[in-house]
């Protein structure tokens, strides 16, 4: 009962997106770009609240992609792509993790402003 | 002792009236120069009759004689400056009075102070010389023989007293450039030291040696050069005392000048209230732009009209409550809709234009005729020995063509009181001989100088008087507040201290210096 609970709180704040990879010649493309990462500076992140946040952000999405498709939106906060976390890599890093030759399928956890400011004003009334 | 630059001189009150007496017998040249110079005159003769609106009966001033409507009068004329005739002569009087009762006594003073420092310092110089010569003449037989220490000491009392004599003369006997109302404190402490240390060695000369008819003479001698070092010593006492400690900057004053504003900053180190107000005064003439009561007259006019045309009844009976009537006059006065900012605007832009469009005009001619004139080399001069002119003439052939736009310009910026006929041509044959070109002729007209640069007369500002609520020969403190006045405006002096400064240091290692480079990349996945 407590795992329910907990889990339930950590999907209320974030979204599992599921996207398949979009084969064009001898690429496999997700259809977003992304920006951010330790190595980077994370004042000039116009996506992140907190602007000491170093972390993945989607920085544009292309039009009928894969990655809209499947509900990604710009400015969403990437935590997790299939499992490796990805709060604390650098740019090259959260790249090469998606962008593995071998896999067809990516699983994303990601959070949302919106998403979190909705469930807080639920919460609140 | 020459008085060339004394701020107070005896002939000061006698020049300053002959110089109202030669405006006139310009102002009469000028008329034949010109057929405007009318203008000039009349421009200022109409700042003492103001017409308030409401009135138009009360017109120049021949019909002043009209009764009736007097009692407004008084008000009109609150604007009377300088300019009219009356109250230059009753101005005049009272300088010249003033100056009678005040040289006499001013001089006394002076002199006596000088004769007693002179005769204090031939007494103190004669002295060690004294003091080696009278053993020698009164009882020479019993004197035991000195041989080569006293020869030596004989020198060196001798170049001793050479540096003395290099030393007081560099320091003390300068041509007095100032006449100040109180002693010089330090200088008359020194004075009363030198001659206690003098009378002591005197007396203890006396009791001991002349008395009892010493023989060492080799101690005598000692005794003289002991008395010229101390007194070395003293000289050395005295330039720290006179010259070296207002050296270091301690206040910074701020002069105001009280008609129209202008305001420098000087920095000064420790000084009594009365060397300071002669530092100020120095720098007075240099700094200032030069007095022009010519300049004041539109704002006083200005603010006559403002509260002329008002005038309190007593509506509720008998009662003389005099400040309430005034202060309701100034009230309405202020409620009044009047549009004289307007007016000052308006009038400020014509102004403003007025000059321009003259001076380009001045500037065009005054180039135009500086071209007419040709330097000739030395070779030149004797091949062509027929046109050539000195600089005067030359200054004079050329001067017609740009009289003119020079008179207008300097009619037009209120400064035609200031240049004559003459000094003008003198300044153009000046810049003749040193090969100016006509910007470096025309900056003396273009830019009101300093009072320095103009003929004495115009000064408007020869006897000072020092208006100090504290004594002034105290020493300066943060805060003092002290008046410079003269007859036709006042200098005040603000004074403050310059703030303690704490600096502290902060050492950085070179090699501390590091960057590194801050990137935000997007990469397309």
């Not at chain 1, 979204?15 to 690429?27: A, F, P, T, V």
């Not at chain 2, 003769?45 to 009068?73: F, H, M």
Request: net charge positive; aromatic share 10%; hydrophobic share 40%.
């Amino acid at each position: 009962p407590v795992i329910t609970i907990l889990s339930y709180f950590i999907s209320s704040f974030q979204q599992r997106i599921e996207i398949h990879k979009l084969r064009q010649g001898d690429n496999l493309i997700l259809g977003f770009s992304i920006g951010g990462g330790i190595d980077q500076d994370p004042t000039q992140n116009p996506f992140s609240e907190d602007k000491t946040d170093k972390g993945i952000y989607v920085t544009r999405v292309t039009e009928g992609g894969p990655a809209e498709v499947a509900g990604l939106q710009i400015g969403d906060k990437i935590m997790q792509v299939n499992g490796w976390d990805m709060t604390m890599v650098t740019h090259d890093q959260a790249r090469k993790r998606l962008t593995k030759r071998n896999e067809e399928v990516v699983r994303l956890l990601v959070t949302r402003q919106s998403l979190q400011k909705a469930v807080q004003q639920s919460m609140m009334s | 002792m020459s008085t060339a630059m004394d701020t107070e001189s005896t002939y000061s009150g006698y020049s300053h009236y002959s110089g109202h007496s030669k405006k006139a017998h310009r102002q009469g040249r000028d008329r034949h120069k010109s057929p405007r110079s009318k203008d000039g005159s009349r421009s200022e003769k109409s700042v003492t009759i103001q017409t308030p609106p409401a009135e138009p009966l009360l017109g120049n001033d021949a019909s002043r004689a009209e009764e009736g409507q007097d009692d407004n009068w008084g008000e009109t004329t609150t604007a009377i400056t300088g300019t009219s005739e009356h109250s230059i002569s009753q101005e005049d009087i009272a300088r010249i009075s003033k100056d009678l009762e005040d040289s006499v006594g001013l001089d006394c003073k002076r002199y006596l102070g000088l004769t007693v420092a002179a005769v204090l310092g031939l007494l103190v110089f004669l002295t060690p010389i004294a003091f080696i010569l009278l053993p020698q003449i009164l009882w020479r037989d019993d004197l035991e023989p000195c041989g080569t220490v006293c020869e030596g000491l004989f020198i060196s009392v001798a170049f001793k007293l050479l540096i003395l004599l290099i030393g007081t003369w560099a320091l003390f006997f300068r041509q007095p450039k100032a006449d100040l109302p109180r002693v010089f404190v330090f200088r008359a402490l020194l004075l009363v030291l030198i001659f206690l240390f003098v009378f002591s060695y005197w007396l203890f000369y006396g009791v001991r040696i002349l008395d009892s008819k010493d023989t060492n003479y080799q101690g005598i001698v000692q005794y003289a050069v002991s008395l010229v070092d101390a007194l070395l010593f003293i000289h050395y006492l005295a330039i720290v005392l006179l010259e070296l400690r207002q050296l270091q900057p301690t206040f910074t004053v701020k002069v105001v000048r009280s008609t129209d504003g202008e305001s420098r900053y000087y920095s000064l180190g420790h000084l009594s209230i009365q060397r300071a107000a002669l530092v100020v005064l120095e720098n007075y003439y240099r700094d200032f732009t030069v007095y022009n009561p010519a300049l004041l007259t539109a704002s006083k006019s200005r603010a006559a009209k403002h509260m002329a045309g008002l005038k309190v009844y007593n509506v509720d009976g008998p009662g003389n409550n005099a400040s309430g009537q005034s202060r309701a006059m100034i009230a309405a006065a202020a409620r009044r809709r009047d549009s004289s900012h307007n007016e000052l605007y308006y009038e400020e832009a014509d102004h403003e234009r007025r000059v321009k469009k003259r001076r380009a005009r001045l500037v065009v001619a005054v180039e135009e005729a500086f071209t007419h004139i040709k330097r000739l080399q030395a070779e030149e001069q004797q091949k062509a020995p027929g046109e050539m002119m000195d600089p005067r003439e030359a200054a004079q052939a050329i001067f017609p063509s740009m009289a003119r736009a020079l008179q207008k310009y300097l009619r037009t910026t209120r400064q035609q009181q200031y240049h004559s006929m003459e000094s003008i041509l003198q300044h153009l044959s000046f810049c003749i001989t040193n090969n100016m070109t006509p910007k470096a002729f025309l900056e003396r007209y273009l830019n009101s100088g300093p009072t320095l640069q103009y003929d004495r007369d115009r000064w408007f500002s020869k006897q000072w008087t020092l208006v100090s609520e504290e004594a002034v020969t105290s020493g300066l403190q943060d805060g003092i507040v002290f008046v410079l006045k003269c007859l036709d405006f006042n200098l005040v002096v603000n004074v403050k201290k310059i703030p303690f400064i704490k600096l502290s240091e902060e050492f950085i290692d070179p090699k501390s210096h590091k960057f590194v480079l801050r990137l935000q990349s997007e990469t397309s996945v």
